[in-house]
Nanobody, 128 residues
């Protein structure tokens, strides 16, 4: 299982970025694909998740209404559209896949964080 993120970069506050997560060697079918982020000196935080089976999603309160995660038609790529970015969104963003979580929710985010397969991460920097 290999996941590769792309799309990070530097953007001004209020701007937008789109991250992508591509799978290698497996398909997303029945996977929960989550997005976590880690800022310097802070713990990893789960911010979004999509369940490939039915497209259901979860968002943390910190990003709800600003971030949207979706899967493409082939169901082998997931994107995270980030709008109205804030300096506090600055972090390394990771996509994480888990085929046993069975969905996206606060409890399953803990499962995904612990047992999922992690990508290498992509840096997002939001300047004020």
């Amino acid at each position: 299982v290999q996941l590769v993120e792309s799309g990070g970069g530097l953007v001004r506050a209020g701007g937008s970025l789109r991250l992508s997560c591509a799978a290698s060697g497996f398909t997303f079918a029945d996977y929960s694909i989550a997005w976590f982020r880690q800022a310097p000196g802070k713990e990893r935080e789960g911010v979004a998740c999509i369940f490939s089976t039915d497209g259901s999603t979860y968002y943390s309160d910190s990003v709800k209404g600003r971030f949207t995660t979706s899967r493409d038609a082939s169901r082998n790529k997931v994107t995270l559209q980030m709008n109205s970015l804030k300096p506090e969104d600055t972090a390394v963003y990771y996509c994480v896949g888990d085929e046993n979580a069975g969905g996206c929710s606060i409890p399953t985010m803990r499962v995904i964080k612990r047992f999922g397969s992690w990508g290498q991460g992509t840096q997002v920097t939001v300047s004020s």
